[in-house]
């Protein structure tokens, strides 16, 4: 990626090169995108990640000025490839002093300065509240090669600018709500991200329509609890002049001082109703959140994508109460028969976690028969991974990882195979696909995803991406549909 000459900024003399490699989920990818376009408007030269297929090489080269890393702390997994790369960036300083080294993300949140003492050779760290100092605080390394933080404890993390460097022309992240009120006892997030806190309705709105107006027709709505949004009951009146001045705020019109506060079904009905937007979907829910109110928007409005990403994380009760997941499997189960008969098409996704403290053969088994009988369209299956500091960090990690990986394994093939029925049972059908881009791999094939949201590659021109059209369902390869155009 280059920049123009006018966009380059007088206070960066030659122009530096930077990288960014993202770690874990959807937020974090969006807010990768914030860095890199604020980046790229103070007139940085922005290129990819070079370092992954150099990760078990010993002379790494490193393509970048200033390499960051935009990570994730879910799982140990996910913290021990920033901490390889980082034993590797610091060796490869050795020999090129000149390298700023910088860590965004999670791990920042949850270890904070403590970082700068295990590796000496970072040199900046930036919390998720903070992001829009990232390049002061690279200009300040640069300057005076001394190590700097800033990491911000509370507020919002999310960022709206129109220099976001958007990777979709078509599809953008929208998040609408960071943090997390539930304490499940394994999860690290409320942590990381703090508590719940949302935007506004009206500054989402209004970001949906200047997506909108740059050619964007769908948008994923993004929160670590997206359905327990609670927009700001009284909206701040746009400043003059401020804003998209073509964009309507009808929507908004008599939900002004005093008349209550948006929650997400309601923003939902409220996104629908922007022309030109084809397509919203939105992740992840918690079950608590999911209510008969949801469904019953979802039903009436075939804007809002089909699959619903929905974690159960065991099947047993006894280990859902550990997990303090607020739901017991019953309970869980009529929440998806309700919503399964409210919106008949829908596809619902989930999460489990296997061999969490304390989960016996019994436990497990429970998880097993609770797959068989939900049959979800799909499901990530991860084993446990102790976080310091989170409630079950005071449970024994008791699960040997031997067994750990043998339920991982069994829970895995059960889902895959229940998966493989449910889309075989689609062949056959013409359904509403987006076209999401020509195929890398094969010349002449493009790449869509149905409502709700499954991978079908179709013969067709490359002029099509970007639309929506009909596509027969012809047979499953891999978990994804082949299929053919049926309409233009
Ligand atoms: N609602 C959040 C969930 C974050 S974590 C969001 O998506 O933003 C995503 C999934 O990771 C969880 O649903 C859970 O299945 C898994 N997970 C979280 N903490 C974990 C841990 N300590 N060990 C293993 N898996 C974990
Ligand atoms: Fe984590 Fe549970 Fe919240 S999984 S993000 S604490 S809903």
Redesign the pocket.
Known sequence: MSNSPEKTAPNVPKKLVVSIATFG?Q?NAYDSEVAEGLLSHQGYELVPDALESEAHSRNVRVNADVFLMNTCS??EHAEDRVYGRLGMLSKYKETHPDLIIGLMGCMVEEHREKLFRRFPALDLMVGTRNIKELPELIEEVRKNRRQVAKIRHDGISIEYTDQISRKGRFHAWLPIMTG?NKVCT????PITRGSEVSMPARDVYREASRLVSEGVKWITLLG??VNSYDGNPHPTPLPEGEGVSSISLAPLAGRGQGEGKFNFPELLQMLCEIEGLEKISF??S?PQDATPELYEVIARNPKLSRRFHL?L?SGSDRMLKRMKRLHTYAEFKEKIDRMRQMIPDVSITT???AGFSGETDEDHEATCRALRELRFDSG?V??????PE?PAANLPDDVPMVIKEKRNNELFQIQKQIEIENLNKLVGRVVETFVEQASDWTPGKLIGRTYDEHKVVFPGDERLVGQFLRVRLDEVQNLTFLGTLREY
């Open positions: 989920c937020m879910v799982r997390c394994f999860c690290i997030v670590q609890n992740t992840t918690h974690p994380q999460d489990i976690i990530y991860y084993k446990y991974s102790l976080r989170t």
